[in-house]
């Protein structure tokens, strides 16, 4: 008797984070009980920040570069450490990806350059900045994925980062977006996490 397929949850924290904080703050905004119907899978970011548990994907020499036109050092292993991940979905099981931050340019870029073993069915892109290294821009992308953006409306105020901002530089341009009423955070409103729970299914 066929395995039915199954459906895996991809998770990308963002800069000087961890796999583990951020499967925490994911179970915060979804419930565990909606988690439950994935395989999550929750790669570690292989830039050592400070210590071994501030990660990132790649360096930065100061956070607030993230909003700013920077080389993605390294990111080469980034790529390769989330396909290694990946390895568990087999042929027509179901993909989905949630990246916040640094995490969530990651994805975007996999998405543009189809480096995903299969096209994702739904994406949750919290916080992006868009893709600010030239060598890693193709701009005018349509995904193959459903692409959902959720950014704070304080934003602009830390990072510089805002609606406006994300349309400008990033290069996907079929995407829907969303606010939350916060700054570069998860958000905790009731609202905006129904709306990433719908997403998801």
Partial sequence: MACSPRRHLLLLHGYTQNEKLFTKSV????KK???????????????????EEKRGWWELSSPYV???????????????????ALAVVADGDELSVVGFSQGAVLAELMLVHRLFPAPP????LFSPSGILDPAWRTDGNTAESDVLVVMGENEQEVFGISEASYA?????VDYVFAQHPHGHVLPTSANPRKLVREWLG
């Avoid at 069915?121 to 949750?124: L, P, Q």
């Fill in 27 to 30: 179970a915060k905004l979804m």
């Fill in 33 to 51: 009980a909606f988690l439950s119907k994935f395989n999550v899978i929750v790669p570690r970011g292989p830039y050592v920040v400070c210590g």
């Fill in 66 to 84: 993230y909003s700013k036109p920077h080389e993605y050092v390294g990111v080469d292993l980034a790529i390769a450490s989330v396909v290694d």
């Fill in 121 to 124: 069915k739904k994406v949750v």
């Fill in 168 to 172: 400008k530089e990033s290069c996907l």
